[in-house]
């Protein structure tokens, strides 16, 4: 047996040497080649496929042996207790920049381009920091690496002299116009997958193929399949769009799609997701266990809604290992900003399937990325479905100037849903209509702005009418109560009541309540906010089941465009006393939403310079953070409301402790999971237009205390500060 001088260690926690962790990650190629293996040789030019798997296991062997380093070798024998090696070297090198070193004579029996592929791989498997001056490197490489070489030999053959002439190998990088980056992009991104995967102890691919036969057996108890459903199964081997009414089983029709695939679905709420992974996972719906959740607060979710192995999940979702994943955009949507590590996802989704759900619920620029994001796919081999009950005829366009080649299908219901009355007033005129109608119905309003709804709450609690409300300014874990609530509340049958929410239940809540108030917003919003009244039912009746308010609308010019919102009540005021059909809704949607018509619109310009801006983005020019912030609604700010501070202070320090000192990964998940119950994520421009009091909270990085009161019915009163505050 080796002594603990003789070791060279990987990783600290747990601890693993080198030659432990290359060996998981060779295990983890295995699996990803049984696996996917056909599928992504496919990807592969031709030129190169037959060297591909050879090139990746070399990489892979070569990848960490830089960690030799005995500065690296001294930080991990620090953190697990062993005595400290010396000479030390006066500066640390990243390993990544070593182990190119160990290579021999074997680097060369490629052509020059793989050479380069190889070695930029390696280098740049770690992004991040300026590169160091190359004498540096090359002084630890004799000064240290020299005399240790031998440590790795269990793991390479090293050669007689460690090499430094590679500088000239990664100093230009690799870009998209080289002959070899299909090769190259897929070589990285593979790696990345395998050494995080393998780190996080993780099976990198999770293979099931019973998806078909789950779904097929969960709708067999509804009849034959319906026309969409038939049409996706058909046409499995083609980039597809298609605009479908709700309620006609699209989510299904998009796993029928998917079929023994890897698959990516993506929506655009965390709500959705959710609720979208219970029907595919839960037992009681399809039960098809192989199935990840990824957004930033899954394992909260995971805790909440009682799945027996949270953590098991959540550490799968987010190595991207289950078969099928259902995840928000932002999770995924990053790589068309090039930044540093980009080729992680986009190797994944190339091999994948793609699932876009209701991309009309994007505000502009996220639907440029998303077109953008899906050209790279296509381009590169992959295959995508785009699923939403309207379609802008921009993003058609769009999809058709990238050049991408796509089936177009509408599956459109015959039944009529919605009688609408377009009433010239503004909302408040309706509550004496509301509280009688809320006697024996379920009535939905629906406002543009988290202020409207609080006014509208407060009102018709005045009136006696005992209303609840949903928006985003709750803390998480009320929220989720809330969305549970409302939910349950329109699930029930013979209920009748009030509640009141904004653009959140659009696309976020699969919900049906008997009559609408909403005020007009955007012709795409409101037929979303439509969908949430008789969503499966027909309607006969004579009276509206929609009433519309056009005056003193909230959010315009601030939410909504105001030409949009021009547009839109010029087109829903041909309507009103009729049925609105789901013909009608894609129609008038297409028209509006076309190059003509939108021209110099505020909506129009953010999507173009989003597309410009992408279209002109340097690899490697954006930080991974950036995109994420583009993709959250644009720096996000993570506050506590002072009163749930005080509340809870002795916990959130303890959590906060835990968080700092814990090697315990699953106790600092949990310690998390507790401040994000107790918090809010809200955009910096709203907390900066309220001129908001934000205290940043002592060893809680990026969480601030906001001096407001809050209100578990009501919310965050960006009206009410409280005095006392410090």
Same mark, same amino acid.
């Not at 009535?443 to 407060?458: C, E, G, S, Y």
């Given at each position: 047996?080796?002594?603990?001088?003789?070791?060279?260690?990987?990783?600290?926690?747990?601890?693993?040497?080198?030659?432990?962790?290359?060996?998981?990650?060779?295990?983890?190629?295995?699996?990803?080649?049984?696996?996917?293996?056909?599928?992504?040789?496919?990807?592969?030019?031709?030129?190169?496929?037959?060297?591909?798997?050879?090139?990746?296991?070399?990489?892979?062997?070569?990848?960490?042996?830089?960690?030799?380093?005995?500065?690296?070798?001294?930080?991990?024998?620090?953190?697990?207790?062993?005595?400290?090696?010396?000479?030390?070297?006066?500066?640390?090198?990243?390993?990544?920049?070593?182990?190119?070193?160990?290579?021999?004579?074997?680097?060369?029996?490629?052509?020059?381009?793989?050479?380069?592929?190889?070695?930029?791989?390696?280098?740049?498997?770690?992004?991040?920091?300026?590169?160091?001056?190359?004498?540096?490197?090359?002084?630890?490489?004799?000064?240290?690496?020299?005399?240790?070489?031998?440590?790795?030999?269990?793991?390479?053959?090293?050669?007689?002299?460690?090499?430094?002439?590679?500088?000239?190998?990664?100093?230009?990088?690799?870009?998209?116009?080289?002959?070899?980056?299909?090769?190259?992009?897929?070589?990285?991104?593979?790696?990345?997958?395998?050494?995080?995967?393998?780190?996080?102890?993780?099976?990198?691919?999770?293979?099931?193929?019973?998806?078909?036969?789950?779904?097929?057996?969960?709708?067999?108890?509804?009849?034959?399949?319906?026309?969409?459903?038939?049409?996706?199964?058909?046409?499995?081997?083609?980039?597809?769009?298609?605009?479908?009414?709700?309620?006609?089983?699209?989510?299904?029709?998009?796993?029928?799609?998917?079929?023994?695939?890897?698959?990516?679905?993506?929506?655009?709420?965390?709500?959705?997701?959710?609720?979208?992974?219970?029907?595919?996972?839960?037992?009681?719906?399809?039960?098809?266990?192989?199935?990840?959740?990824?957004?930033?607060?899954?394992?909260?979710?995971?805790?909440?809604?009682?799945?027996?192995?949270?953590?098991?999940?959540?550490?799968?979702?987010?190595?991207?290992?289950?078969?099928?994943?259902?995840?928000?955009?932002?999770?995924?949507?990053?790589?068309?900003?090039?930044?540093?590590?980009?080729?992680?996802?986009?190797?994944?989704?190339?091999?994948?399937?793609?699932?876009?759900?209701?991309?009309?619920?994007?505000?502009?620029?996220?639907?440029?990325?998303?077109?953008?994001?899906?050209?790279?796919?296509?381009?590169?081999?992959?295959?995508?479905?785009?699923?939403?009950?309207?379609?802008?005829?921009?993003?058609?366009?769009?999809?058709?100037?990238?050049?991408?080649?796509?089936?177009?299908?509408?599956?459109?219901?015959?039944?009529?849903?919605?009688?609408?009355?377009?009433?010239?007033?503004?909302?408040?005129?309706?509550?004496?209509?509301?509280?009688?109608?809320?006697?024996?119905?379920?009535?939905?309003?629906?406002?543009?702005?988290?202020?409207?709804?609080?006014?509208?709450?407060?009102?018709?609690?005045?009136?006696?009418?005992?209303?609840?409300?949903?928006?985003?300014?709750?803390?998480?874990?009320?929220?989720?109560?809330?969305?549970?609530?409302?939910?349950?509340?329109?699930?029930?049958?013979?209920?009748?009541?009030?509640?009141?929410?904004?653009?959140?239940?659009?696309?976020?809540?699969?919900?049906?309540?008997?009559?609408?108030?909403?005020?007009?917003?955007?012709?795409?919003?409101?037929?979303?906010?439509?969908?949430?009244?008789?969503?499966?039912?027909?309607?006969?009746?004579?009276?509206?089941?929609?009433?519309?308010?056009?005056?003193?609308?909230?959010?315009?010019?601030?939410?909504?465009?105001?030409?949009?919102?021009?547009?839109?009540?010029?087109?829903?005021?041909?309507?009103?006393?009729?049925?609105?059909?789901?013909?009608?809704?894609?129609?008038?949607?297409?028209?509006?939403?076309?190059?003509?018509?939108?021209?110099?619109? $505020? #909506?129009? +310009? *953010?999507?173009?310079?989003?597309?410009? =801006? /992408? @279209?002109?983005?340097?690899?490697?020019?954006? &930080?991974?953070?950036?995109?994420?912030?583009?993709?959250?609604?644009?720096?996000?700010?993570?506050?506590?409301?002072?009163?749930?501070?005080? $509340? #809870?202070? +002795? *916990?959130?320090?303890?959590?906060?402790? =835990? /968080? @700092?000192?814990?090697?315990?990964?699953?106790? &600092?998940?949990?310690?998390?999971?507790?401040?994000?119950?107790?918090?809010?994520?809200?955009?910096?421009?709203?907390?900066?237009?309220?001129?908001?009091?934000?205290?940043?909270?002592?060893?809680?990085?990026? =969480?601030?205390?906001?001096?407001?009161?809050?209100?578990?019915?009501?919310?965050?009163?960006?009206?009410?500060?409280?005095?006392?505050?410090?």
């Amino acid at each position: 047996m080796m002594n603990s001088d003789e070791l060279v260690y990987a990783k600290s926690e747990p601890c693993q040497t080198i030659k432990e962790h290359t060996d998981a990650l060779l295990d983890n190629l295995q699996l990803l080649r049984e696996a996917y293996g056909e599928r992504i040789e496919n990807l592969v030019p031709e030129r190169y496929r037959i060297i591909f798997w050879d090139v990746l296991s070399l990489v892979i062997r070569y990848h960490d042996l830089g960690k030799i380093h005995i500065n690296f070798q001294n930080k991990i024998r620090k953190k697990i207790s062993l005595p400290l090696l010396s000479p030390i070297v006066d500066k640390e090198i990243p390993h990544n920049l070593l182990s190119v070193a160990f290579f021999g004579e074997e680097i060369f029996e490629y052509e020059k381009d793989v050479t380069r592929a190889i070695i930029q791989a390696i280098v740049f498997h770690h992004e991040g920091k300026s590169l160091p001056n190359f004498s540096e490197i090359e002084k630890t490489i004799q000064n240290d690496l020299e005399s240790r070489k031998e440590l790795i030999s269990d793991i390479v053959n090293p050669p007689a002299c460690l090499w430094t002439g590679y500088e000239r190998y990664y100093k230009t990088r690799i870009t998209p116009n080289s002959d070899i980056y299909v090769f190259y992009l897929l070589l990285k991104g593979l790696l990345h997958r395998l050494d995080h995967a393998s780190s996080a102890f993780t099976d990198i691919e999770i293979k099931d193929d019973s998806l078909p036969e789950k779904v097929l057996g969960f709708l067999s108890h509804k009849g034959d399949l319906r026309t969409l459903q038939q049409y996706a199964l058909n046409n499995q081997d083609k980039n597809l769009v298609i605009v479908a009414s709700t309620g006609i089983g699209k989510t299904e029709a998009g796993l029928l799609w998917a079929g023994r695939e890897k698959t990516f679905f993506t929506l655009p709420l965390r709500v959705t997701v959710n609720s979208i992974f219970d029907r595919v996972a839960n037992e009681k719906a399809i039960n098809y266990k192989n199935t990840g959740l990824l957004h930033s607060t899954s394992l909260d979710y995971l805790d909440y809604a009682g799945y027996e192995t949270p953590f098991e999940i959540y550490k799968n979702s987010r190595q991207l290992s289950c078969q099928v994943n259902i995840s928000t955009i932002d999770q995924l949507f990053t790589f068309p900003f090039k930044y540093g590590g980009y080729e992680k996802i986009i190797s994944t989704l190339l091999y994948s399937k793609v699932i876009i759900d209701e991309i009309q619920s994007y505000e502009p620029k996220i639907a440029a990325i998303i077109l953008k994001g899906l050209y790279e796919i296509y381009k590169l081999g992959g295959k995508f479905l785009i699923m939403t009950a309207t379609l802008p005829q921009i993003y058609l366009d769009c999809l058709k100037d990238f050049g991408v080649l796509f089936e177009y299908g509408e599956f459109l219901t015959d039944k009529k849903r919605h009688r609408i009355k377009v009433v010239e007033d503004s909302l408040s005129a309706a509550f004496d209509m509301i509280q009688t109608l809320a006697v024996n119905k379920k009535v939905l309003i629906i406002v543009n702005t988290v202020k409207q709804a609080k006014q509208v709450f407060r009102v018709l609690k005045a009136k006696g009418c005992f209303p609840q409300m949903l928006h985003s300014l709750y803390i998480a874990e009320d929220r989720k109560r809330l969305e549970d609530e409302i939910c349950k509340f329109a699930e029930r049958q013979g209920n009748h009541g009030v509640w009141i929410t904004t653009q959140l239940a659009e696309a976020s809540l699969d919900i049906d309540f008997d009559v609408l108030f909403t005020e007009l917003s955007s012709l795409d919003s409101l037929f979303q906010r439509m969908g949430r009244v008789y969503r499966n039912r027909e309607y006969d009746g004579n009276e509206p089941n929609v009433f519309v308010y056009t005056q003193d609308c909230s959010g315009i010019g601030s939410i909504y465009d105001r030409e949009i919102f021009s547009f839109s009540k010029e087109g829903i005021k041909e309507f009103d006393g009729m049925f609105l059909q789901e013909t009608d809704k894609v129609t008038m949607v297409k028209n509006i939403y076309n190059k003509e018509k939108l021209q110099n619109t $505020k #909506y129009y +310009d *953010e999507f173009e310079k989003a597309l410009q =801006i /992408l @279209k002109n983005i340097m690899d490697y020019e954006f &930080r991974k953070q950036d995109a994420h912030n583009i993709l959250r609604d644009i720096y996000a700010v993570r506050i506590i409301p002072i009163e749930i501070y005080e $509340k #809870y202070s +002795d *916990e959130i320090m303890e959590k906060a402790k =835990i /968080l @700092k000192t814990s090697k315990n990964k699953m106790e &600092r998940l949990r310690a998390e999971q507790f401040i994000n119950d107790k918090s809010m994520d809200i955009s910096y421009f709203r907390m900066k237009q309220a001129n908001a009091l934000l205290t940043p909270i002592n060893k809680l990085k990026g =969480i601030y205390i906001a001096n407001y009161k809050y209100c578990p019915h009501e919310g965050l009163l960006f009206d009410e500060t409280v005095s006392n505050f410090i």
